[in-house]
């Protein structure tokens, strides 16, 4: 179904279903779901949290997660040991995913970004998270997958303390 | 004004263990910034921040903001971020390009070297000439070794070779790393807010008994190969350069592996570009520095030389600190570059690999030293096999205490006074 409210088409349905994507992603990664979390990756994903600023080259400059599949094995490998001490224990986390809006559709894959704001709490206190995310998804025949997560934190240009959860 | 405090220094840093209060006391916060940040040659920035005439960059030392300049002639300055007339911030920008600072609050402009150029409606200061009286507070001594940029508040005092000492032959170790015989420091700053006492990342660069286990989770799921660097059988040593810079020494180890690029993780054949310029540059002598690496050196007290990445200690309160970290670049090598990057990025900052686990031991340590007893930490690991190297430098095993306790002593003596500093 498709309705024309703005001065663009919107797939209300694929609106829906990028939604309850982004909120079942949200959630694993709250609830330290690793396994879950990591299989709605493909294999040739991109998990980036830039530093610096909103158009920093991660090919050329610091990024705070830089992650391809690989690497996104590996963290989440060192999450399973019980021995990567920055989450052990877990942070108590819970996430609001907000503002979704679809961007562009590209042959398989759909561009949607959205707000968000963590609550984490750990023995150091609790530290709020704020920024924007802009998802690539593909429609695989598993469904949809996380093709490639850009997280921008408002604070990116400042020190931040530790950040060892999935963000 | 003095804030520093003549605590009993004696009674409070032994040879083999350390009073907890060092790492609370806000009396000795205040003396250590009169003592060694405002004090000691303190490292600032690197020129390759700079590289165009009127390139400018935010800088500290200690809590202090500083900007470091290059003006039209090439020559860097470093001048305090301060305007003479009210105090305002003069420059906000973290880094770019200008001829001159304009401070926003009464629109005082000051040239990059820091020179009163202007002040509007200057009828008001009755015809007395400002510009030549005014102007932003400069750091007094300023040099800099293969690039790298140091600073001191005082206004005599050691010169730079002679305040690194040993530790200066580290940096020719480095910059022979690349083809060019230049680092290059263009990859940006992580900045990395740990709740922790300055101190305890200074000890912890040089401690080799920690790896195995606060970074046990991710030698377990990856094929590092570090981790044996700091067991019981590694060839490695601990090593008290002088001046409280601290040493780990992995070249023992690294020559008994003799594998050119084993200390990066790699081999010769995956980075052919790289080790064809350093054979063509260091002809026969290209095998032993791909075999020897790059330094780990804590050189005192903020610059923390870690192989394939830099750390910055920045003191921001007595139970905070900044630790500021980008990748080494190697001038004339982008292949080996791509990867140092890529490396540290995975290693590093809050969500690093590494350097998540060891700033969430700082965060517990600091818990941990504000309970009541037994008051002390212990330094004396390794005590018993201490021995002189070659140089007369005294070095212990891979995982000992050495570094530790040379840093201590060199602290003891700069906050006792007994050294010039």
């Known amino acids: 179904m498709t309705t024309s409210g703005l001065d663009v088409d ?7 279903e990028v939604e309850q994507f982004l909120y079942r992603e949200a959630r694993l990664a709250d609830e330290g779901s690793f396994q879950e979390w990591e299989s709605l990756w493909t294999d040739d994903a991109v998990y980036w949290v830039p530093y610096g ?15 391809n599949r690989a690497r996104i094995a590996t963290r989440i490998k060192q999450l399973q040991t019980g021995k990567r001490h920055a989450q052990e224990p877990r942070s108590r986390l819970r996430r609001i995913v907000a503002n979704v809006e679809l961007l562009t559709t590209e042959g398989d894959d759909i561009v949607a970004g959205a707000n ?3 609550y984490e709490s750990r023995e150091r206190g609790v530290t709020q998270w704020a920024g924007r995310s802009e998802y690539r998804l593909r429609r695989t025949e598993h469904g949809l997958r996380l093709v490639a997560k850009k997280v921008t934190l408002v604070n990116n240009d400042r020190p931040l303390p530790t950040l060892a959860f999935l963000v | 004004m003095s804030s520093y405090t003549a605590l009993p220094w004696d009674e409070l840093i032994l040879a083999d263990r350390v009073h907890g209060s060092l790492y609370t006391d806000p009396a000795v916060y205040e003396s250590e910034l009169e003592r060694i940040w405002y004090r000691t040659w303190v490292y600032v920035g690197h020129v390759s921040e700079v590289p165009e005439p009127n390139d400018y960059v935010l800088k500290s030392i200690g809590p202090q903001p500083v900007i470091m300049s290059r003006d039209k002639q090439g020559q860097i300055h470093l001048l305090l971020n301060r305007c003479a007339h009210r105090a305002n911030l003069v420059c906000d ?6 001829s001159a600072f304009r401070c926003p609050y009464h629109g005082w402009t000051y040239s990059n070297a820091g020179k009163l150029l202007g002040y509007p409606f200057s009828s008001g200061y009755a015809g007395t000439e400002l510009k030549q009286h005014l102007g932003l507070a400069r750091v007094p001594r300023v040099d800099d070794v293969h690039g790298f940029v140091f600073a001191s508040f005082a206004q005599e005092g050691p010169t730079l070779r002679e305040h690194l000492g040993e530790a200066l032959e580290v940096f020719d170790r480095l910059v022979r790393l690349s083809p060019e015989g230049e680092v290059e420091l263009t990859a940006g700053w992580l900045k990395h807010q740990v709740k922790s006492n300055w101190k305890m990342l200074l000890e912890n660069e040089t401690d080799g008994y920690h790896p195995q286990f606060v970074h046990a989770s991710i030698f377990a799921v990856a094929d590092s190969g570090i981790g044996d660097l700091y067991g019981e059988r590694s060839a490695a040593v601990s090593r008290d350069l002088g001046g409280g810079h601290t040493e780990n020494d992995l070249r023992p180890e690294f020559r008994r592996r003799a594998q050119p690029l084993g200390w990066f993780g790699t081999t010769a054949e995956r980075l052919p570009d790289y080790v064809e310029r350093m054979r063509s540059v260091h002809g026969d002598a290209a095998e032993q520095i791909l075999i020897d690496g790059s330094p780990h050196v804590m050189v005192f007290p903020n610059l923390f030389i870690a192989e394939i990445q830099l750390f910055v200690i920045q003191p921001v309160a007595v139970d905070e600190t900044v630790q500021h970290v980008t990748a080494i670049q190697l001038k004339g090598a982008p292949d080996i570059n791509r990867r140092m990057l890529q490396q540290t990025i995975g290693s590093v900052g809050p969500a690093g690999f590494l350097l998540a686990d060891d700033s969430e031991m700082y965060e517990r340590n600091q818990r941990g030293v504000g309970a009541l007893a037994p008051e002390w930490l212990l330094l004396r690991r390794g005590m018993h096999r201490e021995r002189c190297d070659e140089n007369g430098l005294v070095v212990g095993d891979a995982t000992d205490e050495v570094p530790q306790r040379a840093i201590w002593r060199h602290y003891r003596s700069l906050m006792q006074g007994e050294v010039p500093v």
């Open chain 2, 93 to 98: 920008a973290e880094r770019g390009n200008s």
């Open chain 1, 10 to 16: 919107v797939d209300v349905d694929l609106v829906h």
């Open chain 1, 53 to 67: 600023g909103d158009d920093v080259d991660p090919e050329r400059q610091m990024s705070i997660i830089y992650d």
């Open chain 1, 116 to 118: 968000f704001v963590v």
